[in-house]
């Protein structure tokens, strides 16, 4: 006998061998009795495979006293239950029949095999006859509607018709399967949408880098978080005024910590943060290092995160990305001892048995140093390839040089919405070259550092709220990159995506849910009403003290419009009402569907914006924003502040 092949990730929901209530006196039943709701207690019950007249059936019917004037039509049901319909994905089902049947499922027909098309009833013969008993035990298969299915209970019909009154024989079995999303991690209580585990994650060929900039991390000196190096950095008084005429180095800091009490807190912030990569969906991070000991001792701590991702879960990678000498005369010589010293470590992150290396704008040395490298390499039995962030271009002609060189393609690339497009077209680019592709993407831009450069200090790139971060995310998902890389999680001078003091995990929190999307392949499906804010403190054109801040003021790049925006970033499991309230200025948006919704309304200086999503006129849930907005300032603050999420337990 032939048997179904079952989906590997398939889950079974009729077996074959399963129970069926049959009917097989050759009554006419019309159509009621494929209604979930129809009584077939009184009908006879049996194992599949049910027919007459083969060897290997596990339950024979009857065709009637008459052997020249057989029944018809025989009719089958069989109820089983979901325990939750909104984790079926695909559904499956498998038919063996002889001679030709319908299939309903709670009254909705979802396959016809020989028969015609049309209405069919009790006295419809199949039009072909299945003689050969290779194929009476065929196995018919065909993908079904999940919108037919149902939480709860569920009813398969099946009318079974023969090709002629004196048929020989009569066979009908069958199987439904489902293919479910992955069971749900722990951490989804956090995520409007259940999160698969981490192992199904990673089964995806598809990878999420975050970019990890050594220089800021959780705590620069173990000390009370309210006199620590961080806050010598945000108050512009600190440090006899060093920072008093730009407001303070950076508007944010990492989550705040109590000090630990031995002496491996670096390895032990460097867990909390690998914990809350893989609580997103990250695969590792992409580490800069110096290629020779720094100066600074936060640059020397490769080692220790290497050893912090072996200790947390030995499947999460680093992605080395070398620093390397620029001037004319510099040698490969620190590289190879540097990536030498680690080329073992089990954490440090292969692509088919090569140490991937990305380092950041490698078009300042020639391509030749960058092959000499790997030459140098390859002779101490070190394989290496490239994965280089290039700078950022919209001329897809670029590059040419690096192709033989090189495993795939990224770039460090631009914070607006409208770079995605330039990110989705280079990935279009990539694949033609027969390479690989890796989209960059962030948050926002936003530098209120001072430094000789008026093109990267004092600047900012207009990100729209959520919309750059969508945008990027979204158009890599297009373009089918293949990996992404979130850049940076950790540069608060410049462009941060990690949890931290102003923005809690609110972005931590949509890397989750792109994520997912970007390795499933399926737009996570909204199970938990979340609401997100982001603003800025006041209008980018809104006056400053120019007494106190006596630096230049901020400039805008990047070709985009300055937006002052309020944006309400709500995933509704169903359809519902969002409110923004900002004094006496109340807006209001109409949700029809599930899911990912943005409402985006004019920021009101003088107030503190209130969010809410409704239903039927009743307030579901309300979040007030934890910054006010100022209709003047003393410095500027031109980043993006953010709110909301779910209560629950975090790395």
Known sequence: ?????????????????????????????????????????????????????????????????????????????????????????????????????????????????????????????????????AEEQTWVSQDIDVAALRTGANVLAVELHQSAMNTSDARFNLELSATLAPAPTPISECYPFDMPTTAALRAAPKKVFGFYYPIFPISIDNAQPASDYWTGWMTPESRNGEYANIGGLMRDRPLPRPPWADSAWRQRDFETEVRRAIAAGMDGFIYEHP???????????????????????????????????????????????MIASVAQHPSVHKLNGAIVLTSFNPERKPVAFWTELKTRLAAQGISVTYWPLLSYTGDVSKYAEWNNLVTGFSS?????????????????????????????????????????????????????????????????????????????????????????????YVIMDWIAYYTTWFKTGQRPTIVRDTLYYTHRRHRTDAPFNAAKQTARAMKLRGGVAASNQVELLAFLKEPGQLVITQGTDVRTMDVTSAGMTAFQVALVPGTTPVFELRRSGVTVQRLESTTAILAQTVYQDLMYHAGGGRPCTRP
């Open 291 to 337: 290629y020779r000991v720094s100066s600074d001792t936060r640059n020397n701590q490769l080692t220790v995160m290497l050893a912090a991702a072996a200790a947390v879960d030995p499947e999460f990678r680093i992605v080395l990305s070398p620093d390397f000498p620029t001037e004319a005369e510099g040698t490969t010589d620190g590289l190879v001892s």
């Open 1 to 133: 006998m032939v048997t179904a092949e079952v989906p590997s990730l398939a889950t079974v929901l009729v077996a074959t061998g399963a129970s069926w209530h049959y009917l097989d006196t050759g009554v006419d039943l019309g159509t009621a009795w494929t209604a979930t709701e129809f009584t077939d207690a009184a009908w006879a019950t049996g194992a599949s495979p049910l027919g007459y007249a083969e060897t290997d059936l596990a339950t024979s019917i009857s065709y009637g006293a008459n052997t020249t004037n057989k029944h018809i039509t025989t009719y089958f049901r069989h109820a089983f239950t979901v325990a939750d319909v909104a984790q079926v994905r695909e559904l499956l089902v498998r038919l063996q029949r002889d001679d030709g049947a319908i299939v309903y499922l709670n009254g909705t027909e979802v396959l016809r095999s020989n028969l015609p098309a049309g209405a069919v009833g009790y006295r419809t013969l199949a039009p072909a006859t299945i003689a050969v008993p």
């Open 412 to 504: 460090w690339g631009e914070r607006t919405a409208q770079s995605g497009e330039t990110m989705r077209r280079w990935s279009v680019e990539s694949h033609r070259r027969g390479k690989l592709w890796m989209s960059p993407v962030a948050f926002e831009d936003v530098r209120h550092k001072l430094t000789d450069s008026e093109n990267s200090s004092r600047v900012y790139w207009e990100a729209q709220n959520s919309l750059a971060f969508r945008s990027q995310f979204e158009k890599a998902m297009e373009g089918d990159a293949d990996w992404i890389t979130l850049l940076t999680l950790t540069d608060y001078g410049e462009s941060w995506l990690t949890a931290s003091q102003e923005r809690g």
